[in-house]
């Protein structure tokens, strides 16, 4: 947890004063696009340790904006993805070891949008999982929720729509797995010097950082609320 509020404060440095003062956003949707890093926040059981996985490649989808107000940027901001999280294990013994484990899913993931800042609650359904290329049975890993805060900086816009930098930082409200004694993947690769527990099953915390551009639906945000 004290990760996560580490990437909030982050989050919140990085969102430049200009945000406020930005053009009145419209109904609108577009393609993102996004790099992330992540690690796990649960500590490991005596001979393991967490360390930073990166994704071997980006994550996508779309954004939707749905203003709530005129006078403000204030507004809903959905996204539909498919968003991959890895992080590593690493032994605690003298070899120190390294795996990646990388855990792919189907992304959904509405957010509250004040100013320049978004907090949501994101929901993902398995796709894929492995580590170091061996997989690992999505039947095995739970859907997920994952507090999820963050900031969308214009780079760019004009009539037709706006290019948004956006900072994304997670954190897992649950474990990865339905039974992490069970199907814990590390069982007999990295062995432990005490027994493991559910309390082990990992939670990852992550930063993303990418961009969406949000095509235009409507010609300003006056009208949509004058209809």
């Known amino acids: 947890m004290k990760l996560f509020l580490s ?8 969102v430049p004063a200009q945000s ?8 609108s949707i577009g393609p993102y696009l996004g790099y992330r890093a992540g690690v796990s926040t649960v500590v490991t059981p005596q001979g393991r340790k967490n360390g930073v996985g990166f994704n071997n490649i980006p994550e996508f ?44 899913y189907l992304t959904i993931n509405p957010n509250f949008f004040f100013r320049g800042f978004f907090i949501g609650v994101n929901i993902g359904l398995p796709m894929a999982s492995d580590y170091d290329g ?3 049975k999505t039947s095995k890993q739970e859907t997920i929720a994952e507090l999820k805060v963050g900031g969308m900086i214009p ?11 956006v900072i994304m930082g997670g954190y897992f409200l649950s474990g990865i797995y339905k039974d992490f004694v069970k199907n814990d993947p590390m069982k007999d690769i ?15 915390a992550s930063l993303m950082v990418g961009f969406n551009f949000l095509f235009n639906l409507s010609k300003s945000q006056e009208e949509v609320f004058d209809e």
């Open 7 to 14: 990437l909030l404060l982050g989050v919140c440095l990085l």
């Open 20 to 27: 406020f003062s930005q053009d009145l956003k419209q109904v």
């Open 61 to 104: 989808g779309l954004t939707s904006y749905f203003p709530l107000t005129s006078q403000a940027n204030i507004g809903i901001a959905t996204e539909l993805g498919y968003s991959t999280y890895s992080y590593l294990m690493i032994s605690g013994r003298q070899d120190a070891t390294e795996y990646k484990l990388s855990h792919s």
């Open 134 to 136: 061996t997989e690992i």
């Open 155 to 165: 780079i760019y816009q004009d009539e037709s729509g706006e290019l948004n930098l």
């Open 190 to 204: 990295l062995l432990t010097d005490e027994p493991v527990t559910k309390i082990f099953n990992p939670r990852p």
